[in-house]
């Protein structure tokens, strides 16, 4: 090419520039020529002075398209406009490139509930074997293939991470990569939170080491899911755990939250309402609200399913769907506590009976303790009977 081709707005690439150039201006010196140019990759503003020789080597775009292009990759990129919008017409697409079977509860979860709120913040606590992994797969899956979602964080109990990232790869080919210590210490001067989009890491670890959990703050993700987020509990304002602080930072640094626990409700309405201000602090700021959801028999931020309520689908002969589980029957033996004996190894020494009626429960098992001393035995009495080991 020649000289009078390097016109301003001009696109231009070539050996001398390291990305495509748009030329601002170009500025004659003598023999050479001063191209003031700005890449189109990166920004930064390019200022060579090249030689004839130099400009040769330059191509410039025309300044009219001439549609020469590979109609080969021209059909790939009009493939992938059309998949990046196959979920408006099937709102089960995911399914179709993930490798799962689901079960009804499952689909419930995601498509009734997940994604019919503009900013995710649920509770999922179904009983435990409902395949909550499953349900969170598919909730990444939906939201990447709508371009909501980009950078995905999951908190694991340590035991769990290893877990979580073999079946993201194997159920719904998503690479997910377990940030521990030793991959924080080998890139020391660098942030793997925000180096890295999708990334799997221990509640316990991140929220103890106060170097992870301050490089972890510095950043920013689209969607994050606690499993076994009932680790994450306050016994009150002023007694929250480590835990309970992380949730709630990252509750702040997210625009979807989803917590997953078979276990939310420890028995305390002022337990389990600090737990549920994870999700939104304003709307269960005090226990009332809960009360009310209770009484209305609606809660729009939290489900739970228990074995006995998950089905197979209908068969397609009987029409009748099946339980996944065995009905359990539950029920309290109390007269075996009542009627019990002392079974110390060495009765003479402790020598006093179990008293036989339910008031005088708490003080049998006072004795017993007391007792077990001259046993010689670990004390691990419980009403109606002193069991010395």
């Known amino acids: 090419m020649n ?20 030329i601002i201006a170009v500025v004659p010196m003598g023999s050479s020529v001063k191209i003031i140019a700005e890449g189109l990759e990166s920004g930064k503003v390019h200022q060579p002075v090249l030689s004839s020789g130099q400009i040769a080597t330059l191509e410039v775009s025309p300044d009219s398209k001439p549609y020469d292009g590979d109609p080969k990759r021209f059909r790939l990129g009009i493939e992938s406009i059309r998949l990046g919008l196959a979920y408006e017409y099937d709102p089960y697409f995911s399914l179709s490139i993930a490798r799962v079977d689901p079960l009804p509860h499952q689909l419930e979860a995601v498509y009734d509930y997940f994604l019919k709120l503009p900013r995710i913040r649920f509770l999922l606590a179904d009983d435990p074997g409902a395949g909550k992994t499953i349900m969170a797969g598919l909730l990444v899956k939906e939201l990447k293939v709508r371009g909501l979602i980009r950078r995905v964080l999951i908190v694991t109990p340590a035991n769990l991470s290893f877990q979580w990232q073999r079946e993201l790869k194997d159920r719904f080919r998503e690479d997910f990569t377990v940030v521990r210590s030793d991959l924080l210490r080998a890139n020391y001067g660098a942030n793997p939170w925000q180096d890295l989009d999708q990334v799997i890491t221990s509640v316990s670890w991140v929220s103890r080491i106060e170097d992870a959990k301050d490089s972890l703050m510095r950043s920013h993700w689209d969607l994050v899911i606690v499993d076994e987020a009932h680790k994450m509990s306050a016994y009150g304002e002023d007694k929250k755990t480590l835990a309970y602080q992380l949730g709630e930072s990252l509750s702040r640094m ?51 399913r228990v074995k006995e309520a998950l089905v ?7 029409g009748k769907s099946k339980s996944l589980f065995t009905r359990r029957i539950v029920h309290t033996a109390g007269g075996i506590a009542l009627r019990g004996r002392c079974l110390c190894q060495r009765p003479q020494s402790c020598g006093r009976p179990a008293q036989q009626n339910r008031a005088g429960i708490h003080s049998e098992v006072r004795e017993c303790r ?20």
Do not use: W
């Not at 046993?375 to 419980?382: I, L």
């Open 254 to 304: 997210t625009d979807h939250y989803l917590l997953m626990t078979a276990t939310p409700h420890k028995g305390d309405p002022k337990n389990f309402s600090l737990f549920l201000r994870l999700l939104d602090p304003d709307v269960y700021a005090d226990v009332k609200s809960i009360h009310l959801a209770m009484e209305r028999n609606e809660a729009p931020f939290y489900l739970r």
């Open 312 to 318: 197979t689908f209908p068969d397609q002969k009987t």
């Open 370 to 389: 007391n007792q077990n001393a001259e046993c010689g035995r670990e004390r691990s009495c419980f009403p109606g009977a002193c069991r010395c080991r």
């Open 3 to 22: 000289i009078e081709q390097l016109k301003p707005n001009a696109i231009a690439h070539g050996p001398v520039f390291p990305e495509p150039v748009k």
